[in-house]
């Protein structure tokens, strides 16, 4: 059965920063791309970043280019979210994702509040 469980999402000031981490089982973790998405209130959730299996390939939505960086630990079965230069319209529930047997998997998302 596959387990996604955020953490490290909280309030912090315009232009801190926080480090998400997302922590994997029920699947060989190594085989899986991973993905982190987001979902503001009242807005529809957007992917956020992903990363390939190996980790030798990473892809970002403009939004966060430059200060957002999707990294994992195959050997923890963690991929984490280091968000840096963190703004107001960063505020949402930050979810981990994954796809295995054509079959969606969410974690249960974690809050992260940009604001002063």
């Known amino acids: 059965q596959v387990h996604l469980v955020e953490s490290g999402g909280g309030l912090v000031q315009p232009g801190g920063s926080l480090r998400l981490s997302c922590a994997a089982s029920g699947f060989t973790f190594s085989s899986a791309a991973m993905m982190w998405y987001r979902q503001a209130l009242g807005k529809e959730r957007e992917l956020v970043a992903a990363i390939t299996n190996a980790g030798d390939m990473t892809n970002y939505d403009d939004s966060v280019k430059g200060r957002f960086t999707i990294s994992r630990d195959n050997a923890k079965n963690t991929v984490y979210l280091e968000m840096n230069s963190l703004k107001p319209e960063d505020t949402a529930i930050y979810y981990c994702?994954?796809?295995?047997?054509?079959?969606?998997?969410w974690g249960q998302g974690t809050q992260v509040t940009v604001s002063s």
């Open positions: 994702y994954v796809q295995r047997w054509r079959r969606d998997y």
